[in-house]
């Protein structure tokens, strides 16, 4: 099965075209490969493609850098009826709280501290801000992995932090492709979080 990395981009929520195999820098802001128009033009070139699940950005207000192909959602409504049809809402809920119940050992780390504080006032009342909240944590523990936690817990820790990035991402990725989301606002906050603190550590 052969591993695809995929760029989308967009323009005005319209698919404009893909870009597979492709050679990008650290932001995702360089890349060529092979050049599709349509999503079905690129399966029909790579049938046997195994399906990576991942998330990023490239430019927040063009582009998507996103890894598999189908986990692709044409809108919203789309996305969440699937979602919730395959009962990830309450899979995610769940893997919330498993999350939380290692907020504090997250928040010990010194590196985390800050970004976290600044999630702190969102409101995760909702879904989809519960969700985007969790994609971040989630993330940046990925990228700092808490010296705290002992070594015997970290694989159990990694493990709950990875499905729940997994599947947050597929969430975030459904709602950037519908551009004009609320969404779109979070996610390109979420880059300038990344880029604000790259530049200060």
């Given amino acids: 099965m052969e591993k695809l990395e995929v760029i989308v981009e967009m323009k005005e929520g319209n698919l404009i075209r893909l870009y597979a195999n492709k050679v990008y820098d650290t932001l995702g802001e360089t890349y060529h490969g092979d050049i599709f ?4 033009e690129l399966l029909k070139h790579y049938p046997d493609c195994e399906v990576m699940n991942g998330y990023g950005l490239a430019d927040p207000q063009t582009s998507l850098l ?3 192909i189908n986990d692709w959602f044409d809108t919203i409504e789309e996305a969440v009826t699937t979602l919730q049809a395959l009962h990830h809402k309450q899979e995610l809920d769940a893997l919330y709280e498993a999350t939380a ?3 504090n050992l997250l928040k010990s ?3 985390l501290a800050r970004i976290i504080e600044e999630l702190d006032n969102r409101d995760t009342t909702s879904f989809p801000e519960k969700v985007i ?3 971040m ?3 940046f523990a990925n990228d700092w992995f ?3 936690i002992a070594e015997d817990k970290r694989q159990e820790v990694k493990n709950v932090l990875d499905q729940a990035y997994m599947k947050c991402s597929n969430i975030v990725m ?4 519908a551009k004009k989301a609320q969404m779109m606002i979070t996610a390109t906050e979420y880059l300038g979080l990344r880029r604000k603190f790259y530049s200060k550590h």
């Avoid at 128009?37 to 079905?40: A, I, R, S, V």
């Avoid at 459904?174 to 492709?177: E, G, I, P, R």
């Fill in 101 to 103: 119940s290692y907020y």
């Fill in 137 to 139: 944590i989630t993330g």
């Fill in 109 to 111: 780390n010194t590196n």
């Fill in 66 to 68: 996103i890894s598999g």
């Fill in 37 to 40: 128009t349509t999503k079905n």
């Fill in 174 to 177: 459904a709602h950037q492709q």
């Fill in 133 to 135: 909240s969790l994609y």
């Fill in 146 to 148: 808490p010296d705290e």
